[in-house]
């Protein structure tokens, strides 16, 4: 009995919490029919969003994976002195407020900032155009790949790596062949993660891009557009396809979880 | 190596040591006189407020969702587990939003909780969900099961099984997953942005207040508060590497 009554509360809180507003914002996009729902996704400043929010995740995706991997690496393997501090950095993302984020780039590369004065005399915009919202994705997806690889690499040990060596294999030759084969179920769920995170990223991005519709709106933030001009229906359009990627995100990850303890 | 500490310092240090430098600029009184002004000190009050409540929250359903997913069994378990991880792969604007359709203007259930205080409780909830339950659950899962049977068959009462034997072992995951989704819930604007109005004084929490104060060009308002904000943070890392140390430790004495 008692172990009934814990699991309705837990059941009832997850749908309270979480499923219920999850569902019931599918039925608000389709409450209406489809016509609404399509034409302000086929918007052209919506389209213009997601492809904003789809070329930034692809470069900050793969500029977090090269920088998780290695990192890992110099954390793990190459106990230099202030190893410690090197892992504090890179969690430090998970612990701050996505709009500090986007305040420090703000005052770094704006007008008076050490490097927005530079930046402008050479022709380049950065506050308020895709370069900063990219370097704000990229600051707070920082982490992922690093903090899946590097538990997997410590279990690991570094006997394989060793014994490479020792068969005159280059550092290279034993990354390649040795170490990635062994640690890619991590790397590829940390990407997963990045993938979620850069594709919903709003607080960093919302500082720095200044909200400029059909320019410098992403995905998230024509939702809040949509949502503050009324237009509901389009704001839950955005929502669902949002939240249809992260239910395949989600899928994955728990595909892949089994395959990574294996 | 040398790529690391570059890449960390241009992307990370770099804008830490801007934000340090341009909200003390004008010394150290204005920064002090900034960060205490009332619509400051309120938000910050509502913020770290907020986050308590939710921690404790969690802290309990947190324990006993992951208790569940460890100790019982039922149809639709590994549902249930899959979907805890939902509000991390959720953009926060659209859990905010999601919120809204249930527990809005027109709720179907009929709670209207928009631009209160409940709000920002129930958006930091949905948040901060996953984390008590994801650093509990591997601990609960390891745990030997004979200490329980052994206090069970000498008489021990369940409340007493779980205070004496369980919790002393759960309690370093239960505070590192605390102190996470704390870390969270001070930095949150995503799913409150929505929901809470952000009216100062009332529903404005510190991240609106910084965002507010960057929109409106108080750029000494916005870094104050943010400096303080960094420095929670800093501190929560700091607290989660303590807890992690003792409870290694522990083991290691064991």
């Known amino acids: ?262 | 190596m040398g790529f690391v500490t570059t890449f960390l310092s241009v992307v990370v240090l770099l804008p830490i040591a801007a934000l340090l430098s341009a909200s003390t600029t004008e010394g150290w009184h204005q920064f002090w006189s900034v960060v205490t002004a009332p619509e400051a000190v309120a938000s910050l009050k509502l913020t770290l407020g907020a986050a308590v409540i939710v921690s404790l929250i969690n802290a309990v359903v947190g324990t006993l969702t992951a208790w569940v997913l460890v100790r019982d069994d039922f149809a639709g378990k590994s549902l249930m587990n899959a979907v805890i991880d939902l509000p991390f792969a959720l953009p926060t604007i659209v859990g905010g939003l999601t919120l809204l359709t249930l527990y809005g203007p027109r709720s179907p259930v009929g709670i209207d909780i928009a631009f209160t205080r409940t709000a920002i409780f129930l958006a930091l909830l949905f948040e901060t969900l996953p984390f008590v339950v994801r650093t509990v659950q591997p601990v609960l899962h390891e745990l030997d099961r004979e200490a329980e049977e052994a206090a069970r068959s000498l008489g021990a009462r369940e409340a007493r099984v779980f205070r004496s034997i369980v919790l002393p072992n759960i309690a370093p995951g239960i505070l590192s997953g605390v102190a996470l989704g704390f870390a969270r819930a001070v930095g949150e604007i995503g799913a409150i942005v929505l929901i809470s109005g952000n009216v100062p004084f009332k529903t404005e929490v510190a991240a609106v207040f910084v965002f507010n104060h960057i929109q409106s060009g108080d750029q000494n308002g916005a870094s104050a508060v943010a400096v303080v904000m960094l420095a929670i943070a800093f501190l929560l890392l700091l607290a989660i590497g303590g807890i992690r140390y003792l409870a290694t430790r522990h083991e290691r004495h064991a």
């Open chain 1, 1 to 262: 009995m008692r172990r009934l009554g814990l699991r309705s509360v837990a059941i009832f809180y997850l749908v309270a919490i979480l499923l219920g507003p999850l569902a019931m914002v599918f039925y608000r996009a389709f409450e209406h029919g489809i016509h609404p729902l399509w034409s302000s996704l086929t918007d052209p400043n919506t389209i213009h969003a997601f492809r904003l929010t789809l070329e930034i995740t692809a470069i900050a995706v793969p500029v977090n994976t090269i920088f998780g991997v290695v990192c890992a690496l110099a954390i793990v393997r190459r106990r230099f002195p202030g190893a410690g501090i090197v892992n504090a950095i890179v969690d430090l993302p998970l612990a701050l407020s996505p709009v500090v984020v986007g305040l420090m780039l703000f005052l770094l590369y704006g007008r008076s900032g050490w490097f927005g004065s530079w930046t402008s005399a050479h022709g380049v915009q950065v506050l308020f155009a895709t370069p900063s919202m990219v370097i704000a994705t990229i600051f707070v997806s920082l982490p992922f790949v690093a903090r899946e690889v590097v538990p997997t690499l410590r279990e690991l040990g570094d006997e394989q790596e060793q014994a490479a060596h020792t068969l005159g294999a280059s550092g290279w030759q034993t990354f390649w062949r040795v170490t990635l084969p062994s640690i890619r179920w991590a790397v590829i769920y940390g990407v997963v993660l990045t993938t979620a995170r850069c594709l919903g990223e709003y607080g960093a991005v919302a500082v720095v891009s200044g909200h400029i519709e059909g320019q410098t709106e992403t995905a998230t933030l024509r939702v809040q557009d949509y949502y503050e001009n009324f237009n509901l229906t389009g704001a839950y359009g955005i929502a669902i396809v949002l939240a249809v990627i992260s239910v395949l995100v989600l899928t994955a990850m728990t595909l892949l979880k089994p395959k990574e303890s294996a």
